[in-house]
């Protein structure tokens, strides 16, 4: 078990670029999970897949996020035309079932914005 | 409403005290709930877990829970300095769907 692993560990980009994130969970993991945290403030749920299909999406989320867990291992999250407000950490988390299982976290992605 | 919700603080409490952090939720129908522990810059760890209405104890730590009043809560016995970090309360929704944090509660350990 070598924990869940994300890249890049930090991200700058300008403001309109797009960036992409990837997430790589425990590898027994069936279900994978994004969050956006801001300072002061607790994760803030996007989205979370089961295997290869994506199950709940955001409804605060915009339409310029998308994510894809393309063979139900790794994922990726992409933000097209970036702004200054997307400056956040992003973590990935994974869980091995649905219901009760709790949710480990990789050290996240911090995006800065310029 | 919040879907869940915690006192910010900074909660402060001297060396060796009891900490007792609070949180409340809105879905009557949720079943998990979960504490996490982050320290600055880091990303969160998981503390504890409770299903069920009572206490449930590990080491140091108590989760309280009580599904009538939708209120679950944590106490740190024999508080450290280490144990200064922020602490969130995370509840399970929709039935095994998504995990929805609060927004943590600063606790403040004082040698």
């Known amino acids: 078990d070598t924990g869940v692993s994300q890249n890049p560990r930090h991200k700058i980009t300008k403001r309109g670029q797009n960036v992409t994130f990837r997430c790589d969970p425990i590898s027994e993991h069936n279900r994978l999970y994004w969050y956006r945290q801001t300072l002061g403030q607790g994760p803030e749920f996007l989205t979370y897949?089961?295997?290869?299909?994506?199950?709940?999406k955001s409804r605060l989320l915009s339409d310029r996020f998308s994510a894809e867990r393309p063979k139900g291992s790794f994922s990726t999250l992409e933000i097209q035309r970036t702004e200054q407000g997307d400056s956040a950490m992003y973590l990935c988390?994974?869980?091995?079932?649905?219901?009760?299982?709790?949710?480990?976290f990789g050290n996240g992605t911090r995006l800065t914005v310029t | 409403q919040k879907e869940v919700e915690q006192n910010s603080g900074p909660l402060s409490v001297p060396e060796g005290a009891i900490a007792s952090l609070n949180c409340t939720y809105s879905?009557?129908?949720?079943?998990?709930f979960f504490w996490y522990r982050q320290y600055s810059g880091k990303s969160p760890e998981l503390i504890m877990f409770i299903y069920s209405n009572g206490d449930k104890e590990d080491g140091r730590f108590t989760a309280q829970l009580n599904k009538a009043s939708q209120y679950v809560s944590l106490l740190i016995r024999d508080s450290q300095p280490s144990d200064s970090a922020t602490y969130l309360c995370a509840v399970l929704y929709n039935q095994g769907g998504k995990l929805i944090f609060g927004q943590g509660t600063e606790l403040s350990v004082k040698p």
């Open positions: 897949f089961q295997n290869e299909a994506q199950l709940e």
């Open positions: 988390a994974s869980s091995s079932i649905a219901g009760k299982s709790p949710l480990h």
């Open positions: 879905d009557r129908g949720s079943q998990s």
